[in-house]
């Protein structure tokens, strides 16, 4: 349509252009035509074309994340031995456990059967709401800061 558009209404001694509006009709015509055959054909020749199973899919994610996260406890606890054996580091082994426990837990979660996701994803959905809630105050005490003159315009951006 725009290389029919394009050609010009007048030729050079004045005369205007011709057969422009019989090209111009007939470029739309054939726009419309393969519309219209793409609107009716696509939907006959993609009749029986069968889409991905999205449950099969959402199990193979599932089982795949498990399987993540059984290696990945594994690894955790192979560093978490390490950085106990370790005397260069001299980590407290509370800390190490602690900070173990925590992501081990995440992970396991990660592995729960069909019916403890449900409840995984219920605490999953109540962590991140006390985060954004704790996030929010701080940023709240942040800005309270900086409008009390308390910290400067270098310690508010960073």
């Known amino acids: 349509m ?8 007048f030729l050079t001694d004045g005369t205007t ?3 422009r509006y019989q090209l111009v009709f007939i470029a739309a015509g054939v726009i419309m035509l393969s519309i ?7 939907p006959l020749l993609l009749h029986n074309f069968k889409v991905g199973d999205k449950l099969a899919d959402i199990n193979e994610m599932r089982m795949a994340k498990a399987a993540m996260a059984e290696v990945a406890i594994v690894s955790l606890n192979k560093m978490e ?6 005397a260069q580091e001299a980590l407290d082994p509370d800390v190490i456990n602690e900070v173990a426990s925590r992501v081990t837990g995440y992970l396991r979660r990660r592995t729960a059967g ?3 996701m449900e409840h995984n994803l219920l605490i999953e959905d109540l962590e991140r709401r006390f985060r954004l809630t704790a996030l929010r105050a701080e940023r709240a005490e942040l800005y309270h800061l900086r409008a009390t ?3 400067s315009n270098e310690t508010h951006y960073y």
Do not use: M, N, T
Request: proline fraction near 7%; charge should be negative; charged fraction near 25%.
């Open 17 to 19: 252009f011709p057969a």
């Open 2 to 9: 725009a290389g029919v558009l394009s050609i010009p209404l």
């Open 149 to 151: 003159k308390e910290i």
């Open 81 to 86: 031995e390490r950085l106990s054996a370790d």
């Open 114 to 116: 069909q019916d403890e």
């Open 36 to 42: 219209f055959i793409g609107v009716l054909a696509l």
